[in-house]
């Protein structure tokens, strides 16, 4: 007896729809499919209403679809892709998390028109949802129109989430918006992209309208100047590099990039902070997926670096934004093969001169800073007469000073901790005090922490003597103070009040 293994298709369509979170990833698919149907234009509209409901349109002049592609658009492992990366068909099922989707669609002289309505509840509901289509003949161009309403992956289209500025950096950083194909023999074609949002979601700016190449920014090997590694910069031209497969088929590596300091690095549509963008992408239809900083080496930093390595042949996770082959032999051929080719870029005599400049101008550029800070404490000391403590450690200093020139009490700094509201323990003639060390005595009851472990305060000067004396007028911690600046003492509690000494050494010590 044989068996055939189920599926549960609900809890699939569920699974998947859910793997896509982030509502930017609707802009990464739509201009994937745009692009994959030979599209040249495609406009993305994102609106919101008053009460916060949401509508994405996306519309593009691409080769529109027939009954054939509407079934592929919204079954689950049924694209007609082959090797590009929505061939198991999961990236149109993100738009299932709504309330709504219609598809209006022209290809070969026939019009489409498809509703799915409750798409998410109907399949939270345990049911698979179903679709309606409606043919007619036309005579309109081809090109296909989607809506997606009450989108709601994430957050859904938070407006303090989703701007311009940040659609326009994932757009060139996580899309094919920010495709490296156009630098190899890919059957590249541009397309030009305009996004607009609706003022209730970003009113800062015009539409954002780009087309989908990535440039990287002009070269710059040697300028002029004394401090010129920040905008140095090398390009290296695209290189196909082939490697061998355990089965003998060959794989394909497309590489592209730049090295350059920051100034230079500044030109790209970042996507955060450089540390976390630049170094060597992986990447598949030539959208960035994975970084492979490895291939660099542990002696060079890597975000100096910006390079694109295209392979088809790497296995993305149902969301796109993994590598899940990375156990097997493919992946470990194209790595050792870019191990192979980073080595060569390292050892470039460009490259290492661009890096010993850096050294040198870091080091110029600290002696220089440390020459002005110099200065400017030089200065400070010239206006104050002496030393003007900005600090706790300075004010232990000028304590120690004031106990080594014939002081009628004698302190020693026992234990120290800067941070620490009683932050010393001093040693005086008659056993230990705890003590707070501060650079104006005012400072410490800005918080109101408690008096109750303080036997003594130092302080430089006494500070903001108004502010004290408004302690005075209310309970302190329940308490009553009192601030004696004749005796320059406190007298804490009401019955039988402790006496805390301060000790202000301004008036102590000559400049």
């Known amino acids: 007896m044989h068996k055939t293994p189920q599926v549960n298709e609900v809890n699939e369509f569920i699974e998947i729809a859910s793997d896509f979170e982030d509502p930017l990833e609707v802009i990464r698919e739509a201009l994937s499919n745009s692009y994959d149907a030979n599209a040249t234009r495609v406009d993305i509209e994102i609106t919101q209403d008053d009460e916060g409901r949401n509508t994405l349109t996306i519309d593009d002049d691409g080769d529109g679809m027939c009954e054939r592609d509407l079934s592929s658009f919204f079954d689950l492992g049924n694209s007609r892709k082959h090797d590009a990366i929505g061939y198991k068909g999961h990236g149109t099922k993100i738009y299932y998390k709504s309330d709504e989707i219609r598809v209006e669609a022209v290809k070969d002289g026939t019009r ?36 997606v309403h009450g989108f709601r992956a994430g957050r859904g289209f938070d407006p303090q989430k989703l701007t311009y500025n940040k659609i326009e950096h994932y757009i060139k950083w996580k899309t094919i918006g920010g495709s490296t194909a156009w630098y190899f023999d890919d059957d590249f074609h541009e397309m030009e992209i305009t996004i607009e949002l609706s003022d209730t979601i970003d009113d800062t700016r015009p539409p954002i309208k780009t087309t989908n190449r990535l440039k990287f920014g002009p070269e710059n090997r040697d300028p002029e100047g004394e401090f010129v590694a920040e905008r140095m910069c090398k390009c290296y031209p695209p290189r196909e590099l082939s490697v061998t497969l355990d089965d003998g088929q060959e794989a394909l590596i497309e590489v592209v990039g730049m090295v350059g300091g920051k100034e230079a690095r500044n030109e790209l549509p970042t996507y955060g902070k450089h540390s976390a963008q630049f170094g060597v992408w992986l990447a598949k239809d030539h959208i960035k997926v994975e970084r492979y900083n490895d291939a660099i080496g542990a002696d060079n930093e890597f975000f100096h670096f910006f390079f694109v390595a295209n392979c088809q042949d790497i296995e993305l996770s149902a969301n796109r934004e993994k590598i899940r082959n990375k156990s097997g032999n493919v992946y470990q051929a194209i790595t050792d093969e870019l191990d192979r080719f980073f080595t060569k870029v390292c050892q470039d005599p460009w490259y290492q001169d661009y890096i010993e400049r850096r050294k040198l101008e870091n080091k110029m550029q600290s002696v ?9 404490r030089r200065e400070r000391a010239e206006e104050q007469g002496g030393l003007s403590p900005s600090n706790s450690a300075e004010v ?11 002081a009628p009490e004698s302190f020693k700094i026992a234990d120290f901790q800067l941070n620490d509201e009683v932050n010393t323990i001093l040693e005086t003639e008659n056993g230990f005090d705890n003590a707070s060390i501060e650079v104006k005595l005012s400072d410490f009851f800005k918080d109101e922490p408690p008096l109750t472990h303080i036997d003594r305060f130092v302080c430089w000067k006494l500070g903001d003597i108004d502010a004290l004396s408004q302690l005075e007028r209310t309970p302190y911690m329940d308490e009553t103070i009192r601030f004696d600046f004749s005796d320059n003492e406190i007298k804490y509690g009401e019955d039988d009040p402790r006496t805390i ?11």
């Open 112 to 147: 489409i028109e498809s509703l799915m309505e409750r798409p998410w509840e109907t399949l939270n509901d345990r049911e698979l949802p179903m679709y309606s289509v409606e043919k007619t003949e036309t005579d309109e161009s081809s090109g296909t129109r989607i809506e």
């Open 368 to 376: 220089q800073s440390q020459a002005s800070s110099l200065d400017d």
């Open 396 to 406: 232990v200093a000028m304590l120690e000073r004031y106990s080594a020139n014939g």
């Open 501 to 511: 000494p301060i000790l202000e050494l301004s008036s102590k010590i000559s400049p």
